[in-house]
């Protein structure tokens, strides 16, 4: 069975915490401090409620599947940055590494925004991320920022239609 990228539901939100988990243990490695890679899985109720008030709210997260297996998620959420003139953000997308460098990576940006302008914060060390981003078309903007939670360098990159 192919993997299956579909709107999430609240069944679904514990395992798409802990495939998030595993995705950033898979991904981060030298990126983000050990502690906090350590530490995901305190976060896992935290994040299963904060996703709930989200679906409740009309918030979509999009889940993939391949079988039983959640494999992947993303979401976009109205933007909150008032430096720049786009109102999209893309919140997150992760995907394990198995089914990275996939056309599924391709699929889900899709799903999740579209073509869209958007722009979104990635790792400023992950040049995996920005190159995928980079050939989706984004490009960095120049705007920087230490994540609180992954207390990592990020830079953000924009992608607007011409």
Not at 114 to 131: M, S
Not at 145 to 160: G, P, Y
């Amino acid at each position: 069975m192919a993997p299956r990228i579909r709107q999430a539901t609240g069944l679904d939100l514990e395992a798409m915490a802990r495939m998030k988990n595993a995705a950033w243990r898979e991904s981060y490695p030298g990126l983000v401090p050990d502690d906090i890679l350590a530490s995901l899985d305190d976060r896992v109720d935290g994040t299963v409620a904060l996703w709930r008030e989200q679906l409740l709210n009309g918030v979509y997260l999009w889940v993939v599947t391949d079988g039983d297996d959640v494999v992947g998620l993303s979401q976009a959420l109205p933007g909150e940055d008032d430096d720049i003139d786009i109102p999209l953000e893309l919140t997150m997308m992760y995907l394990l590494d198995r089914v990275k460098g996939t056309d599924l990576s391709r699929a889900l940006l899709w799903t999740t925004i579209g073509d869209a302008d958007a722009y979104l914060w990635v790792l400023a060390d992950n040049t995996r991320a920005q190159a995928f981003y980079a050939k989706h078309g984004f490009v960095a903007d120049g705007a920087r920022r230490v994540s609180a939670r992954s207390r990592a360098e990020q830079i953000r990159m924009a992608r607007r239609s011409e």
